[in-house]
């Protein structure tokens, strides 16, 4: 079963703009996490959010975590073509060491 | 540092064929993933190996599905007989939780990409 739900399900935006998008769990985390993964490859890590944060910043990245509405949200700034992937969030709950995956978001950014 | 190593990244079979993904993880990694991912969706875990010890296997179909960690480091995950609906992306990750309780980052390999005719 999938913990997360994120939305939109698709984006597709112009290079320069920014996208946002949300992420929304069930449980409650010890930390939420990001993950991209381009076309027919592996996820990577993009940023960690622990459960007593409200915002964490990386480069262009920004998440924003509110455990009251258990949701979470991804912005990325100034959005690049290289940007077109799918971003998953995953969330770490309890004390197993594993994370559960919401169904992702598919991001095209158009040149 | 060499990442996740996965193979094979494809492999086509027929139904009720027999096929297997071997996993090597990151050096040093205690933790072991294996996540099965369909078509449009998000990775589900399959199994979770902490050293040669599987800790969590609830989501492992085991009349087919059979898994092994030996000497806690490389990995196999084994289909037998496979059938259609198993056809998806199988992706082993590792992490390197260094005691603590919660739960880090995961790298991912590249995965094994299934179809089952």
């Known amino acids: 079963s999938q913990q997360g739900e994120e939305d939109p399900q698709a984006l597709s935006i112009q290079e320069g703009e920014n996208a946002t998008m949300n992420c929304s769990y ?25 459960s007593n944060e409200r915002e964490k910043h990386s480069g262009r990245l920004r998440v924003t ?21 799918s971003y998953f969030c995953a969330t770490a709950s309890g004390s197993a060491r594993q994370l559960t995956f919401g169904s992702g978001t598919q991001l095209t950014v158009l040149p | ?20 993904f071997w996993c090597n993880p990151i050096s040093g ?20 190996y902490e050293n040669e010890e ?8 085991k009349d087919r599905f059979s898994a092994e960690r030996l000497k806690g480091v490389d990995s196999t ?9 198993d056809s998806a992306v ?7 939780n260094m005691g603590r309780s919660n739960t ?14």
Do not use: M
């Open chain 2, 1 to 20: 540092e060499a990442g996740v190593v996965q193979s094979p990244r494809y492999k086509i079979i027929e139904k009720k064929q027999p096929v297997a």
């Open chain 1, 26 to 50: 069930k449980t409650s985390i010890n930390n939420l996490q990001w993950y991209r993964q381009n076309s027919g490859r592996g996820l990577v890590h993009l940023i960690l959010i622990r």
């Open chain 2, 90 to 96: 199988y992706l082993c990750a590792s992490s390197s």
């Open chain 1, 65 to 85: 975590l509110d455990t009251s509405k258990k949701s979470s949200s991804l912005l990325i700034t100034a959005s690049r073509a290289a940007d077109t992937a």
């Open chain 2, 29 to 48: 990694h205690n933790t072991l993933y294996w996540y099965r991912q369909n078509l449009g969706q998000g990775p589900e875990l399959l199994i979770r």
């Open chain 2, 54 to 61: 599987a800790v969590d296997d609830s989501q492992l179909p």
């Open chain 2, 77 to 85: 995950l084994k289909i037998q007989p496979a059938e259609l609906g």
């Open chain 2, 104 to 117: 880090g980052e995961l790298f991912f390999g590249e995965g094994s990409r299934l179809t089952v005719l």
